[in-house]
Nanobody, 121 residues
Framework: QVQLVESGGGLVQAGGSLRLSCAAS????????MGWYRQAPGKERGLVAT???????NYADSVKGRFTISRDDAKKTVYLQMDSLKPEDTAVYYC???????????????WGQGTLVTVSS
């Protein structure tokens, strides 16, 4: 079992910043891609950003230039620095960790419980 604990959400005014963190623990042999997704009310969950084990990043067009994803493999933690926040960034943010439990197991995905980010205008 893998547990993901998210933190850092909250209420912020438009133009402000927040930093989300997601720490993984449990039966982890190797962590591959880590990422953040979000789900706004009435909408489907969608990609925010991902970062591979080699550090390659991918961002949704709507957050490029404002959000920065990073990871600390020693801490098994992924971060999302969110700057210049807009009301449309309001959503529940979920972290995702693709991992393997052993050298011979296939990768599987773990999801965090979600953290609410609210951006007021």
């Amino acid at each position: 079992q893998v547990q993901l604990v998210e933190s850092g959400g909250g209420l912020v005014q438009a133009g402000g910043s927040l930093r989300l963190s997601c720490a993984a623990s449990g039966s982890i042999f190797r962590i591959n891609t880590m990422g953040w997704y979000r789900q706004a009310p009435g909408k489907e969950r969608g990609l925010v950003a991902t970062i591979t084990i080699s550090g390659n990043t991918n961002y949704a067009d709507s957050v490029k230039g404002r959000f920065t994803i990073s990871r600390d493999d020693a801490k098994k933690t992924v971060y999302l620095q969110m700057d210049s926040l807009k009301p449309e960034d309001t959503a529940v943010y979920y972290c995702n960790v693709r991992h393997t439990a052993s050298r011979f197991s296939v990768p599987s995905d773990a999801w965090g419980q979600g953290t609410l980010v609210t951006v007021s205008s």
